[in-house]
């Protein structure tokens, strides 16, 4: 039988146990628990409200969404939800998914740290969004089941989440800051090394190389 948490049936395809293995030996126990407690919250989110979305692609998305700060799937150069949406997008291309799919988790992992965008596209998207933002900010707490939460962090629990996490998204892109460039994980370089400064938008646009 499938495994029910928080009355979500978790996704055992092939496709589903393969994305779980990869988390498994290149992630840890950290973003393990975390990824599938942000699939279950955003599940949930989705089921409460009655939406359409695809359980399965939330599943992959959720699993890969932090993949970009392991080791084995962090590039030298670009954004880490970047390298993450990149590395599920290679992955779905060998279970003959259709491309709209594809792109659908690519979007939601991408675009899983940016707020003001993410939460008005597709539902699978949305969900995960919102599934990051319960899990690593809290937001939504009031209005999530306290029953169905409870389950969910039995399930994967926490574990000192809130002091671990920032130190592990800091390792995960700490050779590359530049990288925070315009999004919230500047916040993640900035608290380790407060000193540093990343570009600045407003000085690109006066020293840009247009003559007026």
């Known amino acids: 039988m499938r495994q029910e948490i928080a009355g979500i049936k978790i996704p055992d395809s092939r496709l589903a146990k393969d994305a ?16 599938n407690r942000v699939f279950l919250f955003g599940a949930v989110n989705g089921k409460k409200a009655k939406q359409n979305y695809d359980l399965e692609l939330l599943y992959v998305s959720a ?13 030298p150069d670009l954004r880490f939800e970047v390298d993450g949406a990149n590395t599920a997008r290679s992955f779905l291309q060998q279970y003959q998914i259709p491309d709209e799919s594809i792109q659908l988790v690519w979007d939601a992992i991408a675009l899983h740290t ?4 993410a939460e008005h596209k597709q539902s699978e998207v949305a969900l995960l969004f919102h599934g990051v933002g319960l899990d690593v900010m809290g937001d939504g707490f009031e209005q999530f089941p306290e029953d169905l939460r409870e389950a969910i962090i039995k ?5 000192n989440f809130k002091k671990e996490i920032i130190p592990a998204f800091y390792e995960g892109f700490k050779h590359k800051p530049e990288t925070t460039f315009g ?12 000193d540093y400064n990343n570009k600045n938008f407003c000085q690109c646009i006066l020293h840009s190389s247009w003559s007026e």
Do not use: Q
Not at 114 to 117: A, I, K, L, M, N
Not at 155 to 159: G, H, K, L, M, V
């Open 155 to 159: 399930a994967f629990p926490r574990n």
């Open 114 to 117: 940016t707020p003001g965008v």
């Open 183 to 194: 999004n919230m994980k500047e916040d993640v370089i900035k608290y380790f090394r407060p």
């Open 20 to 35: 779980a293995d990869i988390l498994r030996e290149h992630g840890n126990d950290l973003l393990w628990n975390h990824s």
């Open 63 to 75: 699993l890969f969404h932090d993949l970009g700060l392991t080791e084995k799937y962090s590039s």
